[in-house]
């Protein structure tokens, strides 16, 4: 089923927000190298906070751990918000979370699908990624510069799949017989991302990091922690106040994780 074409004006016609979208620099490129890359030049040319980059297609999306992110046109939406958070520096990873819960809650106000949360930040449905989003800092600007880059799978065809990723991608209208209203799902983003983020910089991080809880498909399942020291093995217990990701081990080890990777062990014993 077929979504609407992204348009800006239609973006800002659904925004209901006071900051995220109202910025006079927002861009919509028909095709881009990469809107974060895009978003980090505006943060560095002074863009003010809340201004979103969006591209129907990027030649060179960018993944987290250097991986690539494949964007053809109208496949996905592809977005960048520029942020300049007031909170605490060690509060600034909560940002990728909140990214995470705007992302769910706004997909289940306009289409009703509900998706799930993978530590740190995979959007997922069913066990397969449906997005992603990778957080960059920009320069030493105070209040930094934070770009929070998400793509959402819209619109993919299976047969275009490479066969090692046909049985762990998932998509929004593989999900829906309805079209997908992704000008409306990007403005609602926007106001979802706008209410954690003031909750985030009066102090408020507990009600982000529990609607994480709540969204998450990782807490009390078996993984296995992914590290060039090893892979190690046990339960997601809970994440701490930043974010990271508690781990016992079967020895009683406990691990704290910033950043990295994780699989989700299934019924059958496999890890995905
Ligand atoms: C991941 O590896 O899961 C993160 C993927 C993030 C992709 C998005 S698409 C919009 C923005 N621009 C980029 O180059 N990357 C992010």
Redesign the pocket.
Known sequence: MSTSELDLQIIESYLKTSLIGRSAANELWPEI???????IKLAKAKAPSGTI?L?RK?T??????G?T?Q?PVDA?????FLLRPTCQKEDLPVYTLALGVAASQAILSVTGIEIGLKWV??LVAGGK?L????AEMVGNDSPPALIL???INIELDAKDLPEELSNHVEWLGHLTNSPINCNHLIAELALQLEELSNCINSGDKQSVLNAWRKHSVTLGREVQVISSAGNKEGTALDINENGALIVETGDGERLTLYAGEISIRNLDGSYS
């Open positions: 190298d990469s809107t974060n890359s895009q978003a980059v591209a990027q060179a999306g960018r993944g987290r751990q991986r992110w964007s996905g939406i592809y977005a960048s930040n995979d990624k997005g992603g989003i990778l880059g998400i793509g």
